[in-house]
């Protein structure tokens, strides 16, 4: 059965750096064709795909926000870290982690975690 | 970035209806097209994947097709639990873009 979970601060500050955790079990992320991504959704508007990770440590941005962006995997402890700097009040939203099943499922997101609201207020 | 577009944005149906929902990329995209729902306060549940493969556990009145750059999401007969927020989302290129969604909501 596959999980993810994301954890990290619910409450930055305006040009803080946010530091997101996503820590999943069921499958391992050094398995050929498997990723894990990040998606997030500002409060009742559209899903906005971030960020994703491949087993092969490939590394894949939003073009709109690459210079903010940091993705890295730890494989040993089942986990995908994303950083983002310079936070900013937009950046206010629900952040998910997702498992992505890459070339044979169309590279669909098929397991989420529960989603994780992060404010960016002074 | 490829551009998604769903039409229509909101859409008000009744229990048993046939529902449609169509997707448009900017770009043709092959297959790589899947199709999610999500009900408030939840993470999004992938329903098709490939723009026509039934994700397991997925009920079958739910099917997708089409290719290139337009696709649809049909609905044959609306069940109460099927009210809820469809997006669909390409998977050929990165960024993998979502649509703005479309919320069905019963009439």
């Known amino acids: 059965q596959i999980t993810l979970k994301e954890s990290g601060p619910t409450l930055v500050k305006p040009t803080q750096t946010l530091t997101l955790t996503c820590t999943f079990s069921?499958?391992?992320?050094?398995?050929?064709?498997?990723?894990v991504g990040w998606i997030r959704q500002p409060p009742g508007k559209a899903l906005e795909w971030l960020a994703l990770i491949y087993w092969d440590d490939d590394k894949r941005y939003s073009p709109s926000l690459k210079s903010r962006l940091t993705i890295t995997k730890d494989t040993s402890k089942n986990q995908v870290v994303l950083k983002m700097t310079n936070m900013d009040p937009v950046d206010t939203a629900t952040y998910y982690c997702?498992?992505?099943?890459?070339?044979?499922?169309?590279?669909?997101?098929?397991?989420w975690g529960q989603g994780t609201l992060v404010t960016v207020s002074s | 970035d490829i551009q998604m577009t769903q039409s229509p944005s909101s859409l008000s149906a009744s229990v048993g209806d046939r529902v449609t929902i169509t997707c448009r990329a900017s770009?043709?995209?092959?297959?790589?097209l899947n199709w999610y729902q999500q009900k408030p306060g939840k993470a999004p549940k992938l329903l098709i994947y490939a723009a026509s493969s039934l994700q397991s556990d997925v009920p079958a009145r739910f099917s997708g097709s089409g290719s290139g750059t337009d696709f649809t999401l049909t609905i044959s007969s609306l069940q109460p639990e099927d009210f809820a927020t469809y997006y669909c989302?390409?998977?050929?290129?990165?960024?993998?873009?979502f649509g703005q969604g479309t919320k069905l909501e019963i009439k």
């Open positions: 069921g499958f391992s992320l050094s398995t050929s064709g498997v990723g």
């Open positions: 989302q390409q998977s050929y290129s990165t960024p993998y873009t």
């Open positions: 997702a498992h992505n099943r890459g070339y044979s499922y169309g590279f669909s997101f098929d397991y």
């Open positions: 770009q043709s995209i092959s297959s790589y």
